[in-house]
């Protein structure tokens, strides 16, 4: 077995030391349990009947760092690989955030910092990225996905280091994919209508889209702009679709002009 170092080592042992000048002496501590030390060391000066004497103190400490994944039942992720976190299956433009809190539980502060160099991706953010930790206090990441495109996460790993020491690698799961949502129609030509103006007799063209859950278990979440485009108007409220489920969007059309109109 490899030899064992000492718990104080002072290098060089011995010396001369000029007239008039200064020897450097090194003192290496190297505390292999957490507490207190104290020892006296003490120096023979040939021709010199009284020794000096040097007190030295130290104190060995641990970091005490506790890292969980809030929103997977508080799964603790431990030092080096074998911690995941899957964000499952997110349609385009949502978000899921997955929180994790580092707690120091140690006497002493300490710094952290979040690596996304491997596999990185814009759709992947993480707040508070990098920070210090104080004694008794607790830190929140928060790991944002948000795909703007078909998407997934395989071979993206996160690296968090914990006092310059301590890394977890968390390995990342999860899939961006577009709504299986059904739309009744894509395009619609109204064909010609009377100009409308407030108060006069002609009625605004109305059309119903339907919208449709194709998921096979899923929930849809639907919601549209409920105000005027143009002399186009949108009416459908937040709701959301069981897989299977259909909701009715009302599209009205109300010129207020003489032209053609084309609404994308």
Not at 49 to 61: A, I, R, S, T
Not at 91 to 98: E, G, P
Not at 128 to 152: D, M, N, W, Y
Not at 235 to 263: H, M, N, W
Request: with cysteine; charged share 20%.
């Amino acid at each position: 077995p490899p030899k064992k170092k000492p718990l104080l080592e002072v290098s060089p042992a011995s010396g001369v030391v000029p007239p008039n000048g200064r020897f450097p002496v090194e003192l290496v501590f190297r505390p292999s349990e957490e507490g207190l030390w104290n020892a006296n060391l003490a120096c023979t000066v040939r021709k010199k009947q009284m020794k000096l004497h040097l007190n030295v103190k130290g104190e060995g400490y641990a970091v005490h760092a506790r890292v969980v994944a809030v929103d997977d039942d508080h799964l603790e992720l431990r030092p080096g690989r074998g911690n995941l976190l899957d964000f499952g299956l997110v349609h385009l433009n949502q978000t899921v955030t997955k929180t994790i809190a580092l707690t120091n539980c140690g006497k002493y502060n300490f710094d952290y910092v979040v690596d996304k160099a491997l596999g990185t991706t814009p759709m992947l953010v993480v707040a508070k990225s990098q920070g210090t930790v104080r004694k008794g206090e607790t830190a929140k990441l928060a790991l944002t996905f948000r795909p703007i495109a078909p998407a997934t996460l395989d071979d993206h790993v996160l690296a968090l280091l914990v006092a310059g020491k301590f890394e977890y690698v968390i390995t990342l799961a999860g899939r961006g994919l577009a709504p299986a949502a059904h739309f009744s129609f894509l395009t619609h030509d109204f064909g010609p209508c009377f100009v409308w103006q407030p108060g006069s007799s002609a009625r605004k063209e109305t059309v119903t889209l339907r919208v449709t859950n194709r998921e096979a278990a899923a929930w849809l979440g639907l919601e549209c702009p409920t105000r005027a485009i143009g002399a186009v108007q949108v009416e459908c409220g937040p709701t959301v679709l069981a897989p299977g489920e259909s909701a009715d969007v009302a599209i009205r059309f109300a010129p207020r002009e003489v032209k053609e109109y084309v609404v994308p």
